[in-house]
């Protein structure tokens, strides 16, 4: 079977950067896979796979997310009622707690129980960016994760406040311990940036493709 992923552009996001590390993912393993960027929720209605990326602030992603008619009950069928594996990519991943605290207080999708609060490190640079570690604290998901080399890209002055220790997959520390992964059932995110990690970011990818 032919595998669609669907990378959501609803205006924010490192887009094409994420169709690209998708695209080798497939083309080196030779996969019956199509991977288009779209903001058309038809789209997902056809996808096996979904992708949320992200960039800049809470706010603007949400309101981005809703100014698109459609699209938010397209992403709720399909990754909620149909279990399409979906994964939140930074800012994509914050969209999914409940409220978000930058700039006001905003409602998110509300799919794994939370909040997006600011990194309140002391003698630590904001933005946290850079490479950091990963320690996987749960791999009992279908989405796997080797234990070792995990270093992944990051960039964000905000993290998800994870209330329910069971969605939590991995932990990383910046002054302070943060969720890193998430997941619920066929939901994940990742605070770091699969496109910008390097190999151990297309192995991400790659797991992803095979749910």
Same mark, same amino acid.
């Given at each position: ?27 080196? !393993? =030779? *996969? /019956? ?5 779209? +903001?058309?929720? %038809?789209?997902?209605?056809? #996808? ?73 490190? !002391? =003698? *630590? /640079? ?5 490479? +950091?570690?990963? %320690?996987?604290?749960?791999? #009992? ?71």
């Amino acid at each position: 079977m032919k595998k669609k992923v669907v990378i959501v552009d609803y205006g924010l996001g490192n887009i094409v950067s994420a169709q690209q590390s998708f695209l080798r993912v497939v083309r080196k !393993k =030779n *996969l /019956k896979t199509e991977v288009v960027i779209s +903001n058309k929720p %038809k789209d997902i209605f056809s #996808s096996t796979h979904i992708v949320l990326p992200g960039q800049g602030a809470f706010a603007s992603c949400i309101n981005g997310l809703k100014s698109i008619n459609g699209m938010i009950d397209a992403l709720e069928d399909s990754v909620l009622k149909k279990k399409i594996p979906f994964l939140g990519i930074c800012v994509g991943m914050q969209l999914l707690a409940n409220k978000g605290f930058e700039n006001g207080v905003h409602n998110g999708l509300g799919w794994i129980e939370g909040s997006t609060k600011r990194l309140e490190v !002391k =003698n *630590l /640079k904001l933005p946290h960016m850079g490479w +950091n570690n990963i %320690k996987i604290t749960n791999n #009992s998901f279908k989405l796997k994760f080797s234990k070792e080399n995990l270093d992944f890209y990051f960039v964000h002055s905000y993290f998800f406040d994870c209330f329910n220790k069971k969605n939590i997959i991995g932990i990383t520390n910046y002054g302070l311990d943060f969720p890193s992964i998430i997941g619920k059932e066929n939901i994940y995110g990742v605070q770091f940036h699969p496109e910008k990690s390097s190999g151990q970011g297309l192995e991400l990818i790659d797991n992803f493709l095979s749910l």
